[in-house]
């Protein structure tokens, strides 16, 4: 006789989205698996001495949600010292530095909208005076861009232009004297190798923290676009003392200059696991954004940029995805730009019918009518992030909507196009670039925001299945993830209300009843 189950949850309204059965009251687990689904007929032979029975008392119960970008572990680093997503303009910033707490001396700060500068180009004459000398390091809210101070420029030992394997820039001034503006990761890591770090514990005990209020606002998972060197020791550690709050799927990056013997790095980690985590996948960036200047474009931007690929020779991203592929390892490229996602769908096109639903494109932020239908075509995952939207406005007066022009303006975060067309369309936040909130998720993918527009709002059907059903077909887990049906994982998310039926301004306020990752409550309303 099979062992009676952990967890047995009933009274609820369950969305399972399993075809087969649709709709249930009562659902079984066991050592982290779904064991029955049903009503509480069906669920109460597995019932047993130390099975834990939770009444949801009418909540409705959906596959738990995933974050299908995010950066939950380098995010900690990004998301350190002051809080500038709050600033509007150039007063309110120097206000903020002003009075900014010091770290050893230092002034570090991030979330900075670039439309905060009204226009003027990113320099750091614009806030010296307030900083009386410290050394400042200001993160843009696109994770790609940084603004420093002097004394910062002079602690990491820039003195002017420097060259890079990849597309990044020390941008100087007319005579060669850096402005401060530091565009890509290549140049800010210049700086960021002497910024003050946090401890080891400190990381460890802030990544709890933060993976625990992500589950409180219904995450059960994330795709982590990222893995830092100590990643794997850090999440083994965590998982010595209890589990994780969250289920992590980490992609290492593959940047160029990649030769073989990094081609089979990133080979040799998709063997790195926990109990709930792993390596899966490589991240690549073919571009970098839209307001830095670094978004591929098929035709130049308002200020003459943006016609140069991330990666300087375009074939050589090409060929590291095709060794990758080969070797079984699944892709996510960052593309923002029309030329860049183009050239995404090129190569995955290269790849032949073995390409299909192995790969992702992230972000996707402008695109024309002949590329929407290539995502379905080619089977490429569109992985989007509705929140980015608040970033622009409905009148084209942003910085992102100046930079690209009111038609390539007119084409922002085409999800509903892409679902019309028959694409997966994932969905995440991106965090820290946007809040980590699924519930925001949800419903600025109903109802998105600025130069998007409520023309590219998905149903409330399409939004859940973008945080669970083709989320795990983007990770490659439709086989085990995504529904709530007998032989999938105990991931399981319960709303106060249903997500599906009711207003997205009602669901991005929704209570969070519980949370079940791998079979264990990982949050539970109080």
Known sequence: MP????????????????????????????????????????????????TELIDLAGATLTPGLVDSHSHPVW????????????????????AALRGAERTEGWVIAWGLDHNAFGGRPVDRALVE???????????LYDGHSALVSGAALRAAGIEGPRQFVQRSTVVCDADGRPTGHLVEHAAMDLVQAVLPRPSYAERRARLVELLSAMAATGLTGAHVMDLGEDVPRLLASVEEDGDLPLRLRLAPWCMPGVGQEGIEEIIALQAEAGRLWRVGGAKFFMDGTVEGGTAWLEHADCHGQGTDAFWPDPEAYTDAVRRLHAAGVRTATHAIGDAAVRHALDTVASLGESGRLAHRIEHIETVPDDTVPRFAE????????????AYTRADHGDEWSKRLGDARAARAWRMRDLRDAGAYVALGS??????YDAREVLATARAPRGAAGPAQGLTGLMALEGCTSHAAVAGGEADVAGRIAPGFRADLTAFGLDPVAAPADEVAQASVRLTVAGGNVTYRDA
């Open 3 to 50: 062992a009676a189950a952990d967890l047995i949850l009933t009274g609820a309204h369950i969305r399972t989205l399993d075809p087969d059965r649709p709709r249930a009251t009562a659902v079984a687990v066991r050592d982290g698996v779904i064991v029955a689904v049903g009503d509480h007929g069906d669920v109460r032979a597995e019932r047993g001495p130390g």
């Open 75 to 94: 995010g900690l680093e990004m998301a350190t010292g002051t809080d500038l997503s709050a600033v509007r303009d150039l007063d309110a910033l120097r």
């Open 129 to 139: 005076e307030v900083l009386d000398g410290a050394p400042a390091f200001i993160r």
């Open 378 to 389: 080619l089977g490429v995952i569109a992985s989007m992030q509705p929140p980015h939207t």
């Open 430 to 435: 991106d965090w820290p670039i946007a809040h």
